[in-house]
């Protein structure tokens, strides 16, 4: 299993749906997991942290499942700004210390 | 907000040639990171900065890159001999206390290798 897997997409939704992305990592001594958003060209900015078994803020869900080892993150009521591509970020342990591992992202596009 | 900065926002080089990239982190902040994002391509991980000195690095961060604290703010990246597969937008991070931190991103310099 790659380290941190995302289905590309792309997700081609219309404004005002629901839409649900999920990342699945494969080291289980992983204790922190995000959600980062980015823009073309641009730099990776954090949408949400994951500590325990989820979070909530706004119209962003992200739920982790530490059993199946895979975070999910849903957006509702999508916006045109919504427009994006979203990595998945889980910092794998090597020896005594953690690597940030980034997987490919997913693309979203919120369409009229 | 304090905020992580890098300079140049874009560097054109030719291979073979030494280039610098400088970043000054958020200034409270611990650790210090340099990751690399080659066009189309996922986010990588090359190398971090804690206490002065490597604390981990990537398979990628071979002998032509090293990284220095020259001072108390800046935080650079220095690859020795590019080539054209160095081409890649190169971020800068920071996080307050350690790797399963937030990572704060800078806004990336585009190097072009000719």
């Known amino acids: 299993r790659k380290e941190v897997e995302q289905d590309p997409g792309p997700f081609n939704v219309p404004e005002g749906a629901t839409v649900a992305f999920n990342c699945t990592y494969s080291?289980?001594?992983?204790?922190?997991f995000f959600w980062y958003r980015q823009d073309c060209r641009k730099e990776p900015k954090l949408l949400m942290s994951v500590y325990s078994s989820g979070n909530e803020d706004g119209r962003f869900t992200a739920q982790l499942n530490r059993a199946s080892q895979y975070i999910s993150l849903l957006i509702r009521d999508s916006k045109l700004s919504d427009s994006a591509t979203y990595l998945c970020?889980?910092?794998?342990?090597?020896?005594?210390?953690?690597?940030?591992?980034f997987g490919r992202g997913t693309s979203l596009i919120v369409h009229p | 907000e304090p905020e992580v900065t890098q300079t140049p926002s874009h560097q054109v080089t030719q291979m073979g040639q030494e280039v610098i990239l400088r970043c000054v982190p958020i200034?409270?902040?611990?650790?210090f990171y340099w990751y690399r994002q080659i066009l189309g391509q996922k986010v990588e991980f090359l190398v971090s900065f804690y206490n002065n000195e490597i604390s981990e690095k990537s398979e990628i961060f071979d002998d032509q890159f090293s990284v220095e604290r020259p001072d108390g703010s800046n935080f650079t990246l220095k690859i020795r001999s590019t080539k054209l597969e160095d081409s890649a937008m190169y971020f800068c991070?920071?996080?307050?206390?350690?790797?399963?931190?937030?990572?704060?991103f800078g806004p990336g310099t585009r190097l072009t290798v000719l």
């Open positions: 080291n289980s001594a992983s204790q922190s």
């Open positions: 200034s409270n902040h611990l650790y």
């Open positions: 991070a920071s996080t307050p206390t350690g790797p399963t931190d937030t990572q704060y």
């Open positions: 970020v889980v910092p794998h342990s090597r020896g005594g210390s953690y690597i940030p591992t």
